[in-house]
């Protein structure tokens, strides 16, 4: 019996117990009559819910639900991300929600103890995707990809204390952009770093400022370039006042800098990065940090936050401290970590923090009373009279056929002014009415919700009219 299957595990006994029960009187021999089984089941479901008195239904720390509304929004953001990635070239991809747990372990240091591990499946040791760059590291090693430009928009996992007033949660949506391959120096920099610019300035979030950390950047020339340290301290000594080309360019100036040949080499690429950096325009964005910290172990080079610069909070506002609203830097090494010979492919990549920026736009919508609308439909199909389904059904089924977004209230025989309000209510701007008199003649109205105008058309001539419509509004 299907029903069965339903019942919980410790429902049973109770049904049982009731099975077990004496015949009624009309039934005979251990056939069980179909009112006395439903009975039973009906009696071990109440059962089984009373055994849960105190069961309160919640989500799980750290994640959060999506109404209608936040969609909308988080679409949007969505939508101008993802279009930035794509006009500059990049193709889009996407990985698996878990890996093999070692392929995911020693990649991030310290925060390696943050991942969600899963129970052994089939003699595999599985974590949730802890971020995006590291499965992607692992496939162009398994692909044997060399070079590589591409985008990810993805949910990942990490047990740490959630945050929610900040936008921080345990199950988040990140979203990448990266460059894989060996090119001339900078070029790939320099525009991961113009992605950030027009990514920040398209969501008019306000005035923000990206850090590049010194820490990393001394690493750089001591590590690779051979730059004795105590002239890499040199160089930290400007870093200290903050600033971007023109600090450049005072070093330059510095003859203990210029005549050190090391020195000149790091200076010339850090010269070259903004140089291209004034050529896309956005130099002016662009600071030395001293105070900046690189979070994850498998960045190699230069790293970079951007932050929001803090503005006066208009009334009602409160002020908003969500930390960097996005981040990146080089990582040269961490496909070679896949790799069996080490075979290096070198990366540079950028990520945008949806989720802080979601927060933040949702809170100013909150403050200015903005409402969002939750629906596309353009046309509703509409009539004031009775017995009008099918008509309506025909009509509906044109629009749609036609790539117009239509509804209509799924009753038999609505009242007009109920059709019409859920018109307003939702945003819909036109409305399709047929009815006898328009049946009869051969024609549809059509009604702007905002204006309540109303004009006849043939009904052959409904799809371009209305077509012609949306065009124009």
Same mark, same amino acid.
């Given at each position: 019996m299907p029903l069965l299957g339903l019942l919980p595990r410790r429902a049973w006994a109770a049904l049982l117990s009731q099975l077990l029960?004496?015949?009624?009187?009309?039934?005979?021999?251990?056939?069980?009559?179909?009112?006395?089984?439903?009975?039973?089941?009906?009696?071990?479901q109440l059962k089984a819910h009373q055994e849960k008195p105190n069961f309160i239904i919640k989500i799980p720390k750290g994640t959060r639900d999506l109404s209608p509304q936040h969609m909308v929004v988080?679409?949007?953001?969505?939508?101008?991300?993802?279009?930035?990635?794509?006009?500059?070239?990049?193709?889009?991809?996407?990985?698996?929600?878990?890996?093999?747990?070692?392929?995911?372990?020693?990649?991030?240091?310290?925060?390696?103890?943050?991942?969600?591990?899963?129970?052994?499946?089939?003699?595999?040791?599985?974590?949730?995707?802890?971020?995006?760059?590291?499965?992607?590291?692992?496939?162009?090693?398994?692909?044997?990809?060399?070079?590589?430009?591409?985008?990810h928009v993805g949910k990942v996992w990490r047990r740490e204390s959630p945050s929610i007033v900040q936008g921080r949660y345990r199950e988040f949506c990140q979203c990448d952009f990266d460059i894989a391959g060996q090119f001339d120096p900078m070029i790939p920099d320099a525009e991961c770093l113009k992605i950030m610019c027009e990514i920040l300035s398209g969501l008019q979030l306000g005035d923000f400022l990206i850090k590049m950390a010194w820490k990393d950047v001394r690493h750089e020339m001591v590590a690779k370039k051979g730059l004795a340290p105590e002239v890499a301290d040199r160089i930290g000594d400007y870093v200290q006042c903050h600033g971007g080309v023109s600090l450049v360019e005072?070093?330059?100036?510095?003859?203990?800098?210029?005549?050190?040949?090391?020195?000149?080499?790091?200076?010339?690429?850090?010269?070259?990065?903004?140089?291209?950096?004034?050529?896309? %325009?956005?130099?002016?964005?662009?600071? @030395?940090?001293?105070?900046?910290?690189?979070?994850?172990?498998?960045?190699? %080079?230069?790293i970079y936050e951007a932050v929001l610069l803090q503005t006066p909070t208009q009334a009602g506002e409160e002020p908003l401290n969500v930390g960097s609203v996005a981040a990146g830097g080089r990582y040269?090494?961490?496909? %070679?970590?896949?790799?069996?010979?080490?075979?290096?492919?070198?990366?540079? %990549?950028?990520?945008?923090?949806?989720?802080?920026?979601?927060?933040?736009?949702?809170?100013?919508?909150?403050?200015?009373?903005?409402?969002?609308?939750?629906?596309?439909?353009?046309? @509703?199909?509409?009539?004031?009279?009775?017995?009008?389904?099918?008509?309506?059904?025909?009509?509906?089924?044109?629009?749609?056929?036609?790539g117009i977004k239509a509804e209509m209230l799924y009753k038999n025989n609505p009242k007009l002014l109920t059709q019409l309000?859920?018109?307003?209510?939702?945003?819909?701007?036109?409305?399709?009415?047929?009815?006898?008199?328009?049946?009869?003649?051969?024609?549809?109205?059509?009604?702007?919700?905002?204006?309540?105008?109303?004009?006849?058309?043939?009904?052959?001539?409904?799809?371009?009219?209305?077509?012609?419509?949306?065009s124009e509004s």
């Open positions: 029960r004496p015949p009624c009187a009309s039934c005979t021999g251990a056939v069980r009559c179909q009112s006395q089984v439903a009975e039973a089941v009906l009696t071990s988080r679409e949007k953001i969505l939508d101008l991300v993802i279009s930035c990635f794509k006009r500059h070239g990049a193709k889009g991809m996407d990985t698996p929600a878990f890996e093999l747990k070692e392929t995911l372990t020693e990649k991030y240091g310290e925060d390696s103890g943050l991942m969600y591990d899963l129970k052994d499946q089939g003699g595999e040791l599985l974590s949730l995707r802890y971020d995006l760059t590291v499965p992607f590291a692992r496939y162009l090693a398994m692909n044997k990809v060399k070079k590589m430009k591409r985008y005072q070093m330059f100036q510095d003859p203990r800098l210029s005549q050190n040949k090391q020195a000149l080499e790091g200076l010339e690429d850090l010269k070259l990065l903004f140089e291209y950096l004034t050529l896309f %325009g956005i130099a002016e964005k662009i600071s @030395f940090d001293l105070s900046l910290a690189r979070g994850l172990d498998y960045y190699t %080079g230069v040269d090494g961490l496909v %070679g970590m896949f790799d069996p010979k080490g075979h290096k492919v070198p990366c540079v %990549g950028l990520s945008i923090g949806v989720e802080r920026i979601f927060y933040i736009v949702e809170q100013r919508m909150k403050t200015k009373g903005e409402k969002v609308r939750t629906t596309e439909t353009q046309v @509703f199909v509409a009539t004031p009279q009775k017995n009008f389904l099918q008509e309506r059904l025909k009509l509906i089924t044109e629009l749609w056929d036609a309000h859920y018109c307003e209510s939702t945003g819909i701007p036109l409305v399709v009415i047929i009815g006898e008199q328009e049946l009869k003649e051969g024609i549809i109205k059509i009604r702007s919700v905002a204006s309540r105008e109303e004009v006849a058309i043939k009904r052959e001539n409904l799809v371009a009219e209305i077509q012609k419509r949306l």
